[in-house]
């Protein structure tokens, strides 16, 4: 089936430092996703992009749609001790249902004050 | 604003008892997924729902069952609750039209004994 590999799988930064993360897959995809989690909380949907080569913005979060649309970045300006979680990325299964999403293994987020 | 609820954050049930866990969104969403959620293995799909009464087998259905009576709720429930099923548990739904922005539940962590 699809994978999603997502790199690095964590990252320690200091507080004020530019984060990159990025998603790749074998598979075409034509919706990539961005979702971030607390500690003992549920995902929470940051970014959803539909275009490849489009470029979202969120607040300090960016994301990219790759033009190969096999790949998606999510970049963080200025980090700050709140962005520490775990950020997901995920895309629409090809083939079966639509409905069902593929994520990946998620990038392990530290801030250090 | 999305509201996903989960009836418990936390959960400790005894192997043998059958366990019901409540996912409720008031938003009129079509689409309901159960997730489970474990260190090294992502979330996967134990099953989702498109529509009252209909649902649809994920990737690891083996040892549940869903129910879903009303649009706004989708029951997961532990036929016989097994120590290999302690994990987060977590509830999502799309809005229609969007099946691929899926908003989670706050999750419910689930000890099995």
């Known amino acids: 089936g699809q994978q999603l590999n997502q790199s690095p799988q964590s990252m320690f930064i200091q507080e004020g430092e530019d984060v990159s993360m990025n998603c790749t897959s074998s598979?075409?995809?034509?919706?990539w996703l961005w979702y971030k989690q607390d500690p003992g909380e549920g995902p929470v949907l940051l970014i959803a992009?539909?275009?490849?080569?489009e470029l979202t913005s969120n607040g300090r979060l960016t994301a990219q749609f790759g033009i190969t649309r096999k790949d998606s970045f999510l970049n963080i300006s200025a980090s700050i001790p709140s962005d520490v979680g775990i950020y997901f990325c995920?895309?629409?299964?090809?083939?079966?249902?639509?409905?069902?999403?593929?994520f990946g293994k998620g990038t392990l987020l530290t801030v250090n004050p | 604003d999305v509201k996903v609820t989960q009836s418990s954050r936390y959960l400790v049930k005894r192997t043998g008892e059958k366990v019901f866990l409540e996912c409720v969104q008031d938003?009129?969403?079509?689409?309901m997924f159960w997730y489970r959620q474990d260190p090294g293995l992502g979330l996967r799909l134990i099953y989702f729902?498109?529509?009252?009464?209909?649902?649809e087998k994920g990737d690891i259905p083996e040892g549940y069952s869903v129910s879903r009576e009303k649009k706004e709720r989708f029951s997961l429930i532990l036929e016989s609750a097994s120590t290999n099923q302690t994990s987060m548990y977590l509830c999502?739904?799309?809005?229609?039209?969007?099946?691929?922005?899926?908003?989670f539940g706050p999750g419910t962590r689930l000890t099995v004994t």
């Open positions: 992009l539909y275009k490849a080569g």
């Open positions: 938003m009129d969403h079509e689409n």
């Open positions: 729902s498109y529509d009252v009464k209909m649902k």
């Open positions: 598979s075409i995809f034509n919706t």
């Open positions: 995920a895309g629409p299964n090809s083939g079966g249902s639509n409905y069902k999403l593929t």
């Open positions: 999502a739904s799309t809005y229609p039209g969007q099946a691929y922005e899926q908003y």
